[in-house]
């Protein structure tokens, strides 16, 4: 079974760039909207960003197959971390957890797995207790 880590940053940049695509939630203090306007003194208001930036391929590639049900995506942060913003299709699957036996609720081990934390370390260290 193929395994492969999702690092915060790729995660945030999938997030980022897919508004809506993913239902990736943040706090309003996490990120700003995409449609936040700024106001200049004697300007019209303009939007900040006009469209939504295309995935980058090896992005896309994963959402393809994370919604045609060929790969699953594991959250391996905690509780308290995937309530403060998580990537919709992800299942919370704490490393915590994985290290005291627990095995992912959603888990198929015949998928493609992903697996994503805040930087990556955690999913470096929760890829042999899902393989």
């Known amino acids: 079974m193929r395994r492969h880590c999702v690092s915060g940053l790729a995660a945030y940049a999938l997030a980022a760039s897919s508004w809506g695509a993913l239902g990736f939630t943040l706090p309003v203090h996490g990120m700003a909207h995409p449609a936040v306007h700024l106001a200049a003194a004697r300007s ?22 994370i919604e045609s049900g060929e790969a699953q995506l594991f959250d391996v942060r905690e509780q308290s971390e995937y309530d403060d913003g998580s990537i919709a299709p992800s299942a919370l699957c704490a490393l915590s957890a994985l290290k005291d036996g627990q095995p992912p609720v959603s888990g198929d081990k015949t998928k493609l797995t992903y697996i994503h934390c805040q930087a990556g370390k955690r999913a470096k260290m929760a890829k042999p207790l899902l393989e």
């Open 44 to 65: 019209a208001v303009r939007p900040l960003c006009a469209a939504k930036p295309p995935l980058p391929t090896h992005l896309s590639k994963m959402l393809e197959e």
